[in-house]
């Protein structure tokens, strides 16, 4: 058995320290900061799989996110059945949009490609707040609480285990980009398409398989969320804020990394609610101020260390490493 | 093994290939030389899939592979390197090496050793832990010969591998791509340095404006007229060289 690297080291005690939270601790707004760090970190590495190791980056996987939610809340609220049926519905109907965004990833590079996914998760987002006759429009769409696992009506403890499920899965996902044929494929196309051609890789197929198991992944994410946060509207989850955070806690954690994406969720979420709580609100007299405390912590990440804090671990270790030689 | 048969390139009114027809052997080394422009770097993307060609044929080990994208060309066998490096700049050169080596070796382990191997082969040993980006311009060429060779290709296209090199390193690829060919490997070379092709190709094709204008054998190639009007300038003296 080879020893443990650093990073799987930090892997494991934050999933761990994830798992025995709710043995320790019964405070809801705990609980619900945890719950939240795992499933937008989950997210984030939904949209490393295309973002970060096949290097497609997207601004608008809130689309795949949007589809997913819609998918259970309405299958919930509109035909009373399980959400988990909404869920596998909301993943394929990402699984052949994620096609199609990828179909374009073969037409458009770098930031046409970004701005593309932009404007496709906007289409989604003034049709379902148009539809009304389906999709209740921008009222949006309560979910009914139903108490139990296929209705997925659960405290907040499951809640946590189920999220730390498909944060795992999505962390177990990364590891086997990282070692195996495929996510070496996938470098070889992120890094250059024309080389990767010429050594025999399948550039434009494996884009969009990228794509398309990102988008799978993220509207599951969604429709986890729709069933937890109990309420859909089409402003926020289709919302470039959305897309946004994806990326960035991906950005600022370490892209193509497996770990990067949650340790940015962790920062990302916590800096977020804690500045909302201390700074917000008419009290505090500075109303939006914790909008501008995060802006600059998020220059100053983007300054000190542009590829992410896997990046500054690695120059660290690289320093230390030289300094024994 | 490769046929070429009057193979056309056009980009919109400028003919960049023009009619060239081409006749490659199992064991070859073929040198094609010509000035700037003459259509080299475009034959060699046509014969590797990256341009579809507006006319003619090209035939790779019995497989018409006219238009087929490139990386099933490379799957048969028939591989390239780049004029201008295009090493995957992030990663190491083992995981350079080794993504070539996948292609034919599913097994990320048994791809590894196979990197391991076509590295020491092309004397990149002592930097297969530095990033692709990092290394100096002699050792980005090697490391593009050594990628493409890693996909174990039974012909290669090497385009300009020796440009810019000085004479230590240029020695050493010349050496480099001697063993290559040795070990079976069919070789078509694109190359400026006349010395040097000179001494490693069996024969030679000119190209200029686009269109195969002299074959020979280095001799004929050297005391070839239009050769020296249109490239050369004066007879190559190979015993000089």
């Given at each position: 058995?080879?020893r443990?690297?650093?990073?799987?080291?930090?892997?494991?005690?934050?999933f761990g320290?994830?798992?025995?939270?709710?043995?320790?601790?019964?405070?809801t707004?705990?609980?619900?900061?945890?719950i939240?760090?795992?499933l937008?970190?989950?997210?984030?590495?939904?949209?490393?799989?295309?973002?970060?190791?096949?290097?497609?980056?997207?601004?608008?996987?809130?689309?795949f996110?949007?589809?997913?939610?819609?998918?259970?809340?309405l299958?919930?609220?509109?035909?009373?059945?399980?959400?988990?049926?909404?869920?596998?519905?909301g993943?394929?109907?990402?699984?052949?949009?994620?096609?199609?965004?990828?179909?374009?990833?073969?037409?458009?590079?770098?930031?046409?490609?970004?701005?593309?996914?932009?404007?496709f998760?906007?289409?989604?987002?003034?049709?379902?707040s148009?539809w009304?006759?389906?999709?209740?429009?921008?009222?949006?769409?309560?979910?009914?609480?139903r108490?139990?696992?296929?209705?997925?009506?659960?405290?907040?403890?499951?809640?946590?285990?189920?999220?730390?499920?498909?944060?795992?899965?999505?962390?177990?996902?990364?590891?086997?980009?990282?070692?195996?044929?495929?996510?070496?494929?996938?470098?070889?196309?992120?890094?250059?398409?024309?080389?990767?051609e010429?050594?025999?890789?399948?550039?434009?197929?494996?884009?969009?398989?990228?794509?398309?198991?990102?988008?799978?992944?993220?509207?599951?994410?969604g429709?986890?969320?729709?069933?937890?946060?109990?309420?859909?509207?089409?402003?926020?989850?289709?919302?470039?804020?959305?897309s946004?955070?994806?990326?960035l806690?991906?950005?600022?954690?370490?892209?193509?990394?497996?770990?990067?994406?949650?340790l940015?969720?962790?920062?990302?979420?916590?800096l977020?609610?804690?500045?909302?709580?201390?700074?917000?609100?008419?009290?505090?007299?500075?109303?939006?101020?914790?909008?501008?405390?995060?802006?600059?912590?998020?220059?100053?990440?983007?300054?000190f260390?542009?590829?992410?804090?896997?990046?500054?671990?690695?120059?660290?270790r690289?320093?230390?490493?030289?300094?024994?030689? | 093994?490769?046929?070429?048969?009057?193979?056309?390139?056009?980009?919109?009114?400028?003919?960049?290939?023009?009619?060239?027809?081409?006749?490659?052997?199992?064991?070859d080394?073929?040198?094609?030389?010509g000035?700037?422009?003459?259509?080299?770097t475009?034959?060699?993307?046509?014969?590797?899939?990256?341009?579809?060609?507006?006319e003619?044929?090209?035939?790779?080990?019995?497989?018409?592979?006219?238009?087929?994208?490139?990386?099933?060309?490379?799957?048969?066998?028939?591989?390239?390197?780049?004029?201008?490096?295009?090493?995957?700049g992030?990663?190491?050169?083992?995981?350079?090496?080794?993504?070539?080596?996948?292609?034919?070796?599913?097994?990320?382990r048994?791809?590894?050793?196979?990197?391991?191997?076509?590295?020491?082969?092309?004397?990149?040993?002592?930097?297969?832990r530095?990033?692709?980006?990092?290394?100096?311009?002699?050792?980005?060429?090697?490391?593009?010969?050594a990628?493409?060779?890693?996909?174990?290709?039974?012909?290669?296209?090497?385009?300009?591998?020796?440009?810019?090199?000085?004479?230590?390193?240029?020695?050493?690829?010349?050496?480099?791509?001697?063993?290559?060919?040795?070990?079976g490997?069919?070789?078509?070379?694109?190359e400026?340095?006349?010395?040097?092709?000179?001494?490693?190709?069996?024969?030679?094709?000119m190209?200029?404006?686009?269109?195969?204008?002299?074959e020979?054998?280095?001799?004929?190639?050297?005391?070839?007229?239009?050769?020296?009007?249109?490239?050369?300038?004066?007879?190559?003296?190979?015993?000089?060289?």
């Open positions: 058995m080879s443990l690297a650093p990073d799987r080291w930090v892997a494991l005690v934050v320290a994830a798992a025995v939270t709710p043995l320790l601790i019964r405070d707004f705990i609980l619900d900061s945890v939240l760090i795992l937008w970190g989950a997210l984030s590495g939904a949209w490393n799989v295309a973002g970060g190791y096949a290097g497609q980056v997207s601004l608008g996987h809130a689309a996110f949007g589809i997913g939610a819609y998918a259970a809340a299958m919930s609220a509109r035909y009373g059945q399980s959400p988990w049926l909404g869920l596998a519905a993943v394929l109907l990402s699984i052949g949009a994620g096609a199609m965004i990828g179909y374009l990833s073969n037409r458009l590079k770098g930031p046409y490609f970004a701005l593309s996914t932009i404007a998760a906007e289409v989604l987002k003034i049709v379902a148009r009304r006759g389906f999709t209740a429009g921008s009222e949006g769409v309560p979910v009914p609480f108490p139990g696992f296929w209705t997925l009506g659960l405290g907040h403890v499951a809640w946590l285990y189920l999220i730390l499920v498909l944060a795992l899965l999505c962390y177990a996902l990364q590891i086997y980009l990282e070692r195996s044929r495929v996510g070496y494929q996938l470098a070889g196309v992120r890094e250059d398409e024309d080389a990767a010429a050594l025999g890789i399948a550039t434009r197929r494996r884009k969009v398989q990228a794509i398309v198991v990102s988008a799978a992944l993220t509207s599951a994410c429709s986890l969320w729709a069933q937890y946060v109990g309420f859909v509207d089409p402003s926020h989850v289709f919302s470039i804020d959305l946004v955070r994806f990326a806690n991906a950005i600022i954690g370490g892209m193509g990394t497996a770990l990067g994406p949650f940015g969720s962790i920062l990302i979420t916590s977020e609610t804690y500045l909302r709580a201390t700074f917000s609100g008419i009290k505090a007299g500075f109303t939006g101020i914790y909008l501008i405390i995060y802006g600059v912590v998020l220059i100053l990440i983007v300054r260390a542009p590829e992410g804090l896997t990046g500054i671990a690695a120059r660290l690289a320093r230390s490493v030289g300094a024994h030689a | 093994m490769l046929t070429l048969e009057s193979v056309t390139k056009r980009f919109g009114g400028l003919t960049a290939v023009r009619a060239v027809s081409l006749e490659v052997r199992a064991g080394l073929l040198g094609i030389i000035p700037n422009g003459a259509g080299k475009t034959l060699f993307n046509v014969i590797s899939g990256y341009y579809r060609p507006e003619g044929r090209v035939r790779f080990d019995g497989h018409d592979v006219t238009g087929l994208p490139a990386h099933e060309i490379s799957r048969l066998g028939l591989t390239r390197t780049f004029q201008i490096v295009k090493p995957f992030n990663l190491s050169v083992a995981d350079n090496v080794m993504i070539g080596a996948l292609t034919r070796l599913p097994r990320v048994d791809a590894r050793v196979e990197a391991e191997r076509v590295i020491a082969l092309c004397g990149l040993g002592p930097h297969a530095a990033r692709a980006r990092a290394l100096p311009i002699a050792l980005r060429k090697r490391l593009e010969v990628r493409a060779l890693a996909t174990r290709p039974r012909l290669l296209l090497l385009d300009e591998v020796m440009a810019g090199l000085n004479p230590a390193e240029l020695a050493g690829i010349v050496d480099l791509v001697r063993r290559i060919h040795g070990e490997v069919t070789l078509i070379v694109i400026h340095i006349m010395a040097a092709m000179m001494r490693l190709a069996q024969r030679i094709v190209l200029h404006h686009g269109e195969k204008i002299a020979g054998t280095p001799q004929t190639i050297a005391h070839d007229r239009r050769v020296i009007d249109a490239y050369l300038g004066e007879e190559f003296n190979l015993a000089e060289a």
